[in-house]
């Protein structure tokens, strides 16, 4: 395999690439041939030319029955799949969880089929984790979003006018992208709570400078993967309890609680919306999968009648399109670079990572969760 195939995406919510110019380059002098779909970096601030100045060749979406390996960042639709040649390789963010029928499509179609979602956690593959490096910019962009929106300022200020107090940040669910929230909100001056089920992540969220609320659920803890166990439903009502308090006192929250290939737990009730200030925001970063937030509707801003805006956003690390490829693109090259030996692309299922995260080999579906 050394044809490689860089598709636009599909999804009108989505402004990233899967790979930047820079990383092209670098594949082209590992021996792979490039061809990038016309328009495929434009939102990110890509151009055409960019690619072609590094010796990619510009193609058009029918490629793609020609490419040996295709790459996305978001998941292809079943008629693009039954288009793409046999035994070739497929890697992107496909959801295996909750997309059967494509990744069954995938196994007729007789293609390698790698989810990004399914790379372990181990120091050798940290440099290939997407969720990763996706919910970091989510996390910063969940802040500025709630930033633009309010009608007031976030830090402190002392003036002859008078002290203005700063603004109360409540960050649920201290992962990746929540630490990025607690980061970006003290950056910019705010006064910062945050609670984890976890309560082994309490030092890293003082280390940041904000307060960890401690709120007693009994045994809790994380799974190998470093994943927030899921709670019991006695567990949710003792969390919701808790937390009421701190919501009610909060000019700001976000929530980032996701269980992976499951529903997202609702955390937040349409009883605690109601008890906060008019004019705080709610930004429900685990919206798509169900939403923490009682009210919360994808891709909307909804106002409740209390004066509280929730903001459903579902693709939170395309609004920073150009970083957020670069770090996207960085995950594909270390992928294919980990797998690429004298500029051909090597299968190895004996290999933890590509174990792990391919979901279809040799016309078959790897893993009994994705049937």
């Known amino acids: ?67 040996d390996f295709v790459v996305s960042v978001r998941k292809p639709t079943i008629e693009e799949v039954s288009k793409y040649k046999k035994g070739s390789f497929h890697l992107s963010l496909l959801d295996p969880f909750n997309e059967k029928a494509l990744i069954k499509a995938f196994a007729d179609a007789g293609v390698y089929a790698a989810s990004f979602e399914m790379i372990p956690r181990s120091t050798i593959a940290q440099k290939m984790d997407v969720l990763s490096s996706q919910s970091n910019l989510a996390g910063y962009n969940a802040v500025i979003k709630a930033a633009s929106v309010l009608n007031r300022i976030l830090p402190m200020m002392m003036t002859p006018a008078g002290t203005i107090s700063p603004l109360k940040f409540f960050i649920v669910g201290v992962g990746v992208a929540g630490l990025q929230a607690i980061a970006t909100a003290k950056r910019l001056g705010a006064r910062v709570e945050a609670f984890d089920t976890r309560p082994v992540v309490e030092e890293q969220v003082r280390s940041l400078g904000a307060k960890f609320v401690k709120i007693d659920l009994g045994e809790t803890g994380q799974t190998a993967q470093g994943y927030a166990k899921e709670l019991t439903p006695e567990q949710i009502e003792l969390q919701r309890k808790g937390m009421a308090k701190v919501c009610a006192q909060s000019d700001v929250i976000i929530t980032t609680a996701k269980l992976f290939g499951r529903k997202a737990p609702r955390i937040i009730t349409a009883d605690m919306v109601a008890g906060m200030k008019a004019g705080s925001v709610i930004v429900d970063m685990a919206v798509e999968s169900g939403g923490n937030v009682e009210g919360s509707c994808p891709d909307k801003n909804v106002v409740t009648p209390n004066g509280v805006l929730i903001i459903g956003d579902t693709c939170l690390e395309a609004g920073v399109p150009a970083t957020a490829s670069q770090m996207f693109s960085s995950n594909v090259f270390n992928y294919i670079n980990h797998f690429t030996v004298d500029g051909e692309f090597k299968l190895n299922l004996e290999d933890a990572i590509m174990k792990s995260s391919v979901v279809t080999a040799d016309g078959k579906i790897t893993d009994e969760r994705f049937m």
């Open 1 to 67: 395999m050394k044809t490689l195939f860089v598709t636009l995406e599909k999804d009108p919510r989505e402004a990233r690439v899967a790979l930047i110019p820079s990383d092209a380059q670098k594949l082209a002098k590992l021996g792979w041939e490039i061809n990038v779909e016309s328009g495929a970096g434009a939102k990110a601030g890509f151009a055409d030319d960019a690619y072609a100045s590094v010796g990619a060749k510009i193609v058009d979406a029918e490629f793609a029955s020609q490419a």
